[in-house]
């Protein structure tokens, strides 16, 4: 959301007289209403906007593959827009990962995804006063900051020694010997 210069002084005024506060003129009172007035509409517009960008999000996903191009563009704008992106989406974007393009937005939304389920997750346990419920830890451990961040692993056990080392594939298999060529006619006696 952009501010004009006129908003900003009326913004600053009252950030102002929120920190120290003193009785205002009516005249800034009217101006902080009427900026509020138009934050208000902002949010409403944008409200709706989100909304008329998903429903479009919606029909090109159900006409899928034809429609490949702008379903790729709606979902990145919708996704700058702060949109978690649902099942729905990954199922497509699963199915349509031999574009490259695809496969990358597939990778960013299975992130964005998984971050929104974990937030969902912790307002429910927070809301309720109770711990999350158990949650597989082998997807966990493949993401950076995982358990396996925090846990060092451990090192692959050293085998003991044997009492005779293995034998080396040389020893096993020496080199073969070139044959040695015949000499020359000339060279050869008769006998």
Not at 9 to 36: G, Y
Not at 92 to 113: E, F, I, K
Not at 162 to 185: G, W
Request: proline share 14%; hydrophobic share 40%; charged share 30%.
């Amino acid at each position: 959301m952009a501010f004009s210069a006129d908003e900003l002084r009326v913004l600053r005024r009252a950030l102002a007289n929120a920190l120290h506060p003193a009785p205002l003129p009516d005249e800034v009172v009217r101006d902080a209403l009427r900026l509020a007035d138009s934050v208000d509409e902002a949010v409403h517009e944008a409200g709706r906007l989100r909304a008329f960008l998903l429903a479009d999000l919606v029909r090109y996903r159900e006409t899928l593959p034809g429609s490949l191009a702008g379903y790729l563009d709606l979902l990145e704008d919708a996704l700058a827009g702060g949109y978690d992106p649902g099942a729905d989406d990954l199922a497509a974007l699963r199915a349509l990962r031999g574009n490259p393009a695809a496969a990358r937005l597939l990778d960013r939304c299975q992130v964005l995804a998984e971050r929104s389920v974990r937030t969902r997750l912790a307002r429910v346990s927070q809301a309720t006063g109770s711990a999350p419920a158990p949650v597989s830890r082998a997807r966990l451990l493949a993401l950076p900051g995982g358990r396996a961040a925090e846990e060092p692993r451990p090192k692959p056990p050293t085998p003991a020694p044997a009492e005779r080392p293995a034998p080396k594939p040389s020893e096993v298999f020496p080199p073969r010997r070139r044959p040695v060529p015949p000499p020359p006619p000339e060279e050869r006696v008769a006998g």
